[in-house]
């Protein structure tokens, strides 16, 4: 669990620093089998969803972290990074509101993450 939490603070901070907006941490663990956080984050260009999406997987194969798959990358629009444990969902901002994530896991507990970004 500490492992997770230390991948989720480290993509959380990466995606910070390329300026991705209203970076959300879902906790779906009693809601879904298919991996346990969810990263919500959306760029206001495909070129800036894809430069957060290039520094996550930067970040996360320096780390070590294994990395599943990444889907969506050249449309720039929805892009979904598959880390197993975490999925990492990188939206161009008017996806974001179209998909509405947050809205279909409103169940899901949001971990607090303002003092990793700070």
Not at 7 to 34: F, G, S, Y
Not at 50 to 65: M, P
Not at 94 to 114: K, S, V
């Amino acid at each position: 669990m500490e492992e997770t939490i230390n991948k989720i603070k480290l993509i959380v901070q990466h995606a910070h620093d390329r300026l991705a907006q209203e970076i959300t941490v879902l906790d779906v663990r009693e809601l879904t089998p298919v991996t346990d956080y969810f990263i919500i984050m959306h760029g206001r260009n495909g070129r800036q969803v894809k430069a957060i999406v290039d520094e996550i997987v930067e970040c996360v194969h320096q780390a070590g972290y294994e990395l599943l798959s990444v889907e969506g990358k050249q449309d720039g629009q929805w892009t979904l990074i598959d880390l197993n444990d975490v999925v990492v969902h990188v939206f161009l901002n008017t996806e974001r509101e179209l998909y509405g994530l947050e809205r279909i896991w409103i169940d899901a507990p949001e971990l607090n993450i303002e003092e990793w970004i700070d």
